[in-house]
């Protein structure tokens, strides 16, 4: 493989994927073959040449301008949780209280959560950065129930999760592909049945579940606390500080 290949690949992811996923495609190769070579798995560095460059940051904050803020008004979550169902209302409820994304609420264990205090401690799957979250009286009222009308667990694994699908399985997660068994692909059924909520409600598509993060983070700044949100919301932070708190 060489540079020109590594040109050609480009440009065909190009016309595929906007500048958020071509950088997030783009980084994923040079990632495995950086693995495949400091693991001698081939005898030499890979060259890639100048053509199969991530998108510029510039590019990239365009692309945000033009798309808008990733951010739900106060009547838009309200419209959000009239019409959402137990399990993705208390799922939205925690995006909001707590800053969760799509992973975080698949994966939110019920030993995690203490629902008689009122407080959540589960460190963020990503990073491993410990949390801890005070939940509001109606956050801990819809978790109560959505847990209580859980199926039972497809998987003896997930027993302890608090949602799972009407499958019993876990909300986002990674599986054998249907049309090939040599294939694993990721599932987010998560993404899958809030954009479904979003179209019913009308409300402007650019946005999706992990935008409930967004909003939390820019409306918990105002505060003017700034540590309380990046603890909330997990963020690392490797100052001396961080370390002590």
């Known amino acids: 493989l060489g540079p ?12 595929k994927y906007g500048p958020t996923t071509l950088k997030n495609e783009i980084n994923r190769c040079r990632i495995v073959l950086k693995y ?18 991530k998108p510029s940051a510039k590019e990239l904050r365009r692309v945000r301008n033009e798309a808008g803020p990733r951010l739900y008004e106060a009547d838009e979550v309200r419209q959000i949780l009239d019409a959402a169902d137990p399990v993705m209302r208390a799922m939205v409820l925690l ?18 959560v203490d629902l008689d205090s009122g407080w959540i401690d589960f460190p963020r799957p990503k990073t491993e950065i410990n949390r801890r979250v005070s939940l509001w009286p109606e956050t801990v009222n819809a978790l109560t129930e959505a847990i209580e009308a859980r199926p ?3 998987d003896t694994t997930d027993e302890d999760l608090c949602f799972l699908t009407h499958h019993g399985k876990q909300w986002v997660r990674v599986q054998v592909s249907k049309k090939s068994p040599d294939v694993l692909t990721s599932l987010d059924a998560l993404s899958q049945s809030f954009g479904k909520l979003l179209r019913k409600l009308d409300i402007d598509g650019h946005r999706n579940f992990y935008a409930l993060r967004h909003t939390f983070e820019t409306i918990g700044g105002e505060s003017r606390d700034q540590v309380a949100v990046n603890a909330i919301m997990g963020h690392v932070d490797s100052s001396m500080a961080g370390v002590y708190r």
């Open 95 to 112: 995006g909001i209280n707590a800053g969760f994304g799509n992973t975080d609420c698949a994966t939110l264990p019920q030993s995690a």
């Open 4 to 15: 020109r290949d590594f040109e050609t690949f480009r440009k065909q992811l190009a016309k």
């Open 152 to 154: 039972r667990a497809k």
């Open 36 to 53: 495949a070579h400091d693991q001698r798995l081939i005898d030499r560095e890979v060259h890639y040449g100048q053509s199969f460059d």
